[in-house]
């Protein structure tokens, strides 16, 4: 069963528009970590903004925000006032167990295009 | 902040030529370091975790024979392919847990383009 699951392969959205890129997971660790990546077309991997399982507040980052929603297991990115540099891969990650046994996996990513 | 650098950034090798990569922190101490492969156009693909000083644990259907990785100390991590075939041609990028920091303390390198030929 997939973990992580991101059910937009690609958006198009207009510049200046917000846009919610949708992430649910699975697991039955009480401790796990939610994270959001940004890849563009070089490969590198950016960090956007991580959600700790036990964090009350939903994280925030910029134009970044985590709609976290612990029940229903899904941790959503919202990027507000998109802009055209935005336009990148976009993936979902998980980490969880403990020191030592960790593992960090990944949803298949959205595709995000924004139009000017 | 936290760099982990990855070296080659691009490399040709010919087919059942053995390569190596290497991933290492610069400015702080890995205790955990993930290996991915990633296909054109699609998702990271956990291959391994290792830990500093013990055997790697490998994901279901990755042959560890084929991908040897040595996290020999806290600062380097080193992945391996073995007899290379063009089948092996990918993008390879790794990451790292800062020791004794929880949460966001997983920093990537910049990844690695392999081309068996």
């Known amino acids: 069963a997939q973990k992580i699951t991101q059910t937009q392969p690609g958006m198009f959205v207009q510049e200046k528009e917000a846009v919610t890129l949708d992430c649910t997971y699975d697991?039955?660790?009480?401790?796990?970590?939610l994270f959001w990546y940004k890849q563009p077309s070089s490969g590198e991997m950016i960090f956007l903004i991580y959600?700790?399982?036990?964090?009350?507040q939903n994280a925030t980052e910029g134009r970044y925000s985590l709609n976290f929603q612990k029940a229903r297991k899904s941790a959503n990115l919202v990027i507000s006032a998109s802009q055209l540099g935005d336009s990148a891969m976009y993936f979902c990650?998980?980490?969880?167990?403990?020191?030592?046994?960790?593992?960090?996996?990944f949803g298949t990513g959205t595709r995000l295009t924004i139009i000017p | 902040g936290a760099v982990v650098s990855q070296h080659p950034s691009r490399v040709i090798c010919k087919s059942g030529t053995s390569v190596k990569i290497e991933c290492r922190s610069l400015?702080?101490?890995?205790?955990?370091m993930f290996w991915y492969r990633q296909f054109p156009k699609q998702s990271l693909m956990l291959m391994a975790t290792s830990n500093e000083g013990s055997k790697a644990t490998y994901e279901q259907g990755v042959e560890k024979d084929k991908f040897l990785i040595n996290h020999a100390s806290l600062t380097l991590s080193t992945l391996t392919v073995t007899s290379a075939h063009p089948e092996d041609s990918s993008f390879y990028i790794c990451s790292a847990r800062e020791r004794g920091r929880w949460g966001n303390t997983i920093y990537f390198g910049e990844g690695s383009w392999l081309t068996v030929v």
């Open positions: 400015d702080f101490q890995a205790t955990t």
């Open positions: 959600q700790g399982s036990y964090d009350q």
């Open positions: 697991t039955s660790d009480p401790s796990y970590g």
């Open positions: 990650a998980m980490r969880e167990g403990d020191f030592g046994n960790e593992k960090l996996t």
